[in-house]
């Protein structure tokens, strides 16, 4: 902990109120994933034919799953987050109580709940059962070697999710859920990279943990290229030059953020992001559509 955060932990000495826990609750729901996927899947949604308001659902259930999802990730490390130290965690610099954070995260999941089927049953049942997967990440399944079905199943929920909603109720293509799938594996390694020695401090013995920061930081871009490469050569019809052009810059991104560990122990994660970023822009730009017409 910084001397920064410590005088202000010693000096309050108790939770934030008003303004300061406001910010402080902005930053314990993981701001920057939440924001990347919210607007990830709002483009999907548009690419895929929903109208203005049909986006808007989209991206406001996504949001709320996103927000609880975080915040339950802070509540529920509360106790090792502080016992660790780690700076960049609300809680554990004494700005929240773990248990404000809670009902955060149950509120932003009861919001979840209508906003998901309000594109019926079946397209809502989708989107929660990601939502699930990845609160049970958050409860446990994070330790265990199963740490990447979570990541795996949440952000392969998410192209079926948009689809489903949609008039019809069409599934996406095979392509469109193996690349997301794979993106969630990607982004799963990422994202635990800088915290791999931390973990096993702690007894989080998750997959990437076992494997350990060497070998993820080498395995980091195959789930992303695959993905893109997933994304180039899934639809029908050759790929076109710009097609083989943006399969060359996911390349260099995805490279680039583990090469740069060393220096930012975030560089992986934001090369996974913007990998998952060009693939969206790669749907953008494509004329197939990934809804299976029935």
């Not at 089927?117 to 079946?122: N, R, S």
């Amino acid at each position: 902990m910084t001397s920064r955060w410590a005088g202000r932990v010693r000096t309050a000495g108790r939770p934030g109120t008003g303004l300061t826990m406001v910010v402080a609750l902005a930053r314990a729901c993981h701001p920057g994933p939440t924001a990347a996927v919210t607007v990830l899947v709002g483009a999907l949604a548009l690419v895929c034919g929903h109208d203005a308001a049909g986006c808007a659902l989209v991206a406001a259930a996504v949001l709320t799953g996103q927000l609880s999802i975080g915040w339950c990730n802070d509540a529920a490390d509360a106790a090792r987050d502080t016992a660790a130290g780690r700076t960049g965690k609300p809680v554990a610099e004494g700005l929240l109580a773990a248990r404000t954070v809670w009902a955060a995260a149950w509120t932003a999941l009861a919001l979840c709940v209508p906003l998901s089927l309000a594109f019926g049953p079946v397209a809502g049942g989708v989107h929660l059962t990601g939502v699930a997967a990845a609160w049970a990440y958050d409860l446990g399944l994070k330790a265990t070697v199963f740490s990447w079905l979570p990541y795996a199943v949440g952000f392969g929920s998410l192209p079926p999710f948009v689809t489903l909603g949609l008039p019809g109720a069409p599934w996406p293509a095979w392509w469109a859920v193996l690349a997301a799938a794979l993106l969630g594996c990607g982004a799963h390694l990422a994202n635990v990279l800088p915290d791999i020695q931390d973990d096993l401090a702690a007894g989080v013995r998750g997959w990437p943990q076992r494997l350990g920061a060497a070998r993820v930081r080498a395995l980091v871009p195959v789930p992303l290229l695959l993905a893109t490469v997933t994304l180039v050569l899934g639809p029908p019809g050759a790929p076109g030059p710009g097609e083989w052009a943006a399969l060359a810059v996911a390349v260099a991104l995805a490279c680039a953020g583990p090469l740069a560990a060393n220096r930012s122990p975030k560089a992986p994660f934001a090369g996974a992001v913007a990998v998952a970023a060009l693939d969206v822009l790669l749907l953008l730009a494509t004329t197939t559509t990934i809804t299976v017409v029935p």
